[in-house]
């Protein structure tokens, strides 16, 4: 279509155009925005109109626009579309490795170099014991997240969730007793790690603790609590020091306890016990995943059960008295972090802990 326009030089700035069916008089205005470049558009002023368009070229001009509107509309479908998919195939993406083989990995997983091509990662390898039951959400967070956070400190490690899976209470003492037993001989220490407490000041150190056990979640930077005697949250050991403890009292049915009883294992044992020094984040230098109000803690206490608990040292149980029964095994990676999940069902003698069942 020919058409020709006249500047008419109006406030609005605009053009008297002659089209083949008419004239139109067409508003042009300046749009402005503080987050996008200006924006022109046309806006018709029908009063000036001589002629009434054909119905076609109507058409042709509502069917041109709709066809933008489409086309931005298509684009952002798209984008969405990929950001999902990206979303379900990588970060949160939980898959199985079997005998058949290795699937295909949508992230690829971090891999630790060895001691041989790098000797600024350490002879040493720590096997990180998660004790676990029915905490997903928690696992899904603290597995990439500490597989990353130790790559960072060329830390060599393996993480191994020890799962409960028997009907008995939560026992996190004898779980750790079994990540001790079935960790592999390539690992030389061990960090008894909760799924909630994830390091937020990378001077934490996790290095092999030659010297003594390491209590990294001190009393002093862990958000919760803060008496001296406290060894939880994570604590590292060579393996030979855990043996020289015998392990974890196995009597610990329930939520709590079971690492004063172990505090009291380190003095007996003659082991000193180190902790961070120079960290200045305070109890800013953990985060502390886990929602008290949708994860109740089993802290029922039974008379027995307080009897023989408190402040008292088990001088039988530990790694001599541990009976269990591995389930599986099963080896996951988790937005393309490896970890081992032992499926352990746990033994108990209701006789001596009648307090392992609740009725």
């Known amino acids: 279509m020919n058409s020709s326009c006249q500047y008419l030089g109006n406030s609005n ?17 300046m749009m402005y925005s503080s987050r996008r470049k200006p924006v022109l558009y046309f806006k018709e002023d ?16 509502w069917s041109g626009k709709c066809t933008v509107y489409k086309l931005f509309g298509l684009c952002m479908v798209l984008v969405l579309v990929s950001l999902l998919w990206l979303q379900l195939s990588c970060t949160g993406d939980v898959r199985l490795i ?3 083989g290795l699937p295909r990995q949508p992230c690829p997983p971090e891999r630790q170099a060895s001691a041989a091509e790098d000797p600024s990662w350490g002879p040493h390898k720590l096997a990180l014991l998660i004790p676990f039951r029915e905490r997903f959400e928690e696992l899904l967070v ?42 592999g001989n390539d690992t030389d220490y061990i960090a008894m790690h ?37 060894v939880g949250g994570i604590l590292l050991l060579t393996k030979q020091h855990y043996h020289m403890c015998n392990g974890m009292s196995n009597r610990f049915w329930g939520w709590g306890r079971e690492d004063d009883e172990f505090y009291r294992r380190l003095r007996a044992a003659g082991l000193q016990l180190f902790r961070p020094n120079g960290i ?11 929602d008290p109000a949708w994860r109740k803690r089993d802290q029922k ?20 008295n541990l009976q269990y029964k591995v389930e599986s095994r099963q080896k996951l990676t988790i937005s393309g972090a490896p970890v081992t999940v032992i499926n352990t069902q746990l033994e108990c003698d209701t006789e001596k802990t009648p307090w392992c069942l609740l009725n």
């Open 98 to 100: 079997d005998d058949g």
């Open 301 to 320: 206490r039974v008379a027995a059960q307080k009897q023989k608990e408190q402040f008292k040292v088990d001088p039988e149980g530990g790694l001599t």
């Open 142 to 183: 603290f597995v990439p997240f500490m597989h990353s956070f130790l790559n960072r400190k060329k830390i060599l490690h393996e993480i191994l969730v020890i799962n409960q899976v028997d009907h008995y209470r939560f026992n996190r003492a004898s779980l750790i007793n079994v990540g001790y037993m079935e960790s």
């Open 194 to 230: 909760d799924v909630d407490l994830l390091p937020q000041n990378e001077a934490l150190d996790y290095g092999f603790p030659q010297e003594g056990p390491f209590h990294v979640a001190s009393p002093e930077l862990h958000p919760l609590y803060h008496y001296k005697t406290y």
């Open 13 to 29: 700035t605009a053009f008297l155009c002659n089209l083949q069916n008419g004239c139109h008089l067409l508003t042009l205005k």
């Open 46 to 61: 029908r009063r000036h109109f001589q002629k009434v368009p054909r119905p076609e070229d109507v058409n042709r001009f």
């Open 280 to 290: 200045k984040t305070g109890y800013k230098t953990f985060h502390h995943i886990h």
